[in-house]
Structure formats: C-alpha cells, structure tokens
C-alpha cells in the first residue's frame, strides 16, 4: 500500500488540511467476526482499517476494555439523593368535594290499583367521600302524582354505614 507523501506531515489536522491517498484502490473493512466450530466469534480488536492499511492506535486488550467497561456512576455524579417526601395532605382536604354516584331502581308495591302490582321507580345514589354519608335521591318525573325527591337525610344513613364497616 501506499502511504501518504512526506510533504502532507507537517500540516496540522484541521478541516480542508486531510487529504486523502489518490493512489489508494482498494476500500473495504477487514472482518470483525471470525468462525470457530460453526460458530460466530468477534475477533478482539480490529487490526487493519478501511482497505486493509494497518492501524496505527493503541490497541486495548480484553482485559482493559473490561476495566474501562467497570466504573462506578457515584464516583463521577456523587452519591443518590433520595427524592424529597411528598406533601402530606389531611384526607377531608384530599376527598373533598368527591363523590360516587351510583344508579338503581326499587320496586314499590300499589296496593290502591288493580290494574298494577308494582311500580319501578329509579334513584341515585350519592356517596360523599369526605364524611361517608349518603343521598338517596329520585329524579322528578313530570306529573306523576308521585312524591319524589330526597328519601332520607343524609346523616340518617351514615351510622348505618359505620356499623357495617364494624361487621366486615
């Protein structure tokens, strides 16, 4: 192969100063991997470059490459820092102004019609998360002659919950 002339040495390496051999042909990479017992091996370091021209670096053995491989973070960014705590925040400040809503239906015995056994009347459901009470409610329906609106009040249902909470 052909090297470069002794002229081009003394010019420094800066953009538009490299140049490349004119006379250099022969433009392929060497192979990396080599084949023993049917299988694929990479070589450890490459020993020739771009058309077969012998490099000219410092070759590392497997036994470096594994000591550059093995640093530990905490020397070059310092210890972990835990994450701060996040902000305590009270549960009547968390759950409030949330609530569940819940549809369902009962079933109302007539006794005054015979044409009519039952009627089925829906309702909401309201559970306030803050103070664990409950709403009943029937949506109106416009004239049915039916009373509608709140069932009970809402503290009337609440220790009816807390007694529940004691049995499961």
Known sequence: MCEHPKTLE??????????RDPSQTNFHLSNTLSYKNGYQVPKPYPQYG???RPLKVNQLTEAELDE???FQPSLT???TRQAPPSEFTPAHVALDKKVLRFYGYFKETVNESPQETYRVRLVQIIYFLE?????????PQNNSGIPQGNYPK???????????????
């Open 131 to 139: 103070d664990d009470s409950m709403l009943i409610m029937e949506p």
């Open 77 to 79: 960014y310092g210890k």
């Open 10 to 19: 003394g010019l420094p390496f800066l953009p538009g100063n490299t140049f």
């Open 50 to 52: 771009i058309g077969g």
């Open 68 to 70: 550059l491989a093995n």
């Open 154 to 168: 809402a503290n009337v249902i609440t220790p009816i919950i807390h007694c529940l909470r004691k049995l499961l």
